[in-house]
């Protein structure tokens, strides 16, 4: 079984840019999550979808926003891109119900110049 | 709100050596706890976990026990290999399902 993907694996964008990442989930898994990995704040959850509806949202600016299409595939959007922006953006998916357990992508490297 | 405190190191150890990895953690109700770990590049995988006070949580070597008393959920390992080198994260579950990380823990294991 494939893991989770997630692209492109490395990101360079500019202040004021707009940026869309992208994440696979496991076949199966319905439900994506988003997490935003600093060295300063650490792991920060963005939000989460099922069924192509946001279940659960982080506490972030409404620059942050992601969708789910019918395929459990997810995007993430970030929208006027700001320094303190550039992170590891780390995608995971889940099968809800019984294990519930998270299987994580390797993350996309957003840095913003 | 949901919170976890973890001891951020670094910690560089020798080969063999005994790991202690300190978490405490903030809730409301009762939280099933969990410890990641990352290697480097790569995303987190699920190393162990708990659902419930007492219960032991292990894998590869790693132990942890769902302390309710000390609100705790300390991670150790008799004897720590080359290969434990990573970086190690605490986290919450809580009644609105997001996970709450601590600021993750970078292990060096020195041969």
Redo the contacts between chains.
Sequence with gaps: KAGVTQTPRYLIKTRGQQVTLSCSPISGHRSVSWYQQTPGQGLQFLFEYFSETQRNKGNFPGRFSGRQFSNSRSEMNVSTLELGDSALYLCASRQLGGDEKLFFGSGTQLSVL | GDSVTQMEGPVTLSEEAFLTINCTYTATGYPSLFW?VQYP??????LLKATKADDKGSNKGFEATYRKETTSFHLEKGSVQVSDSAVY?CALQGG?????????TKLTVNP
Excluded at chain 2, 41 to 46: C, K, V
Excluded at chain 2, 96 to 104: D, M, P
């Design positions: 990641y590049g790569e995303g987190l995988q699920l994260f609105s399902e997001k996970l709450v990380f601590g600021k993750g």
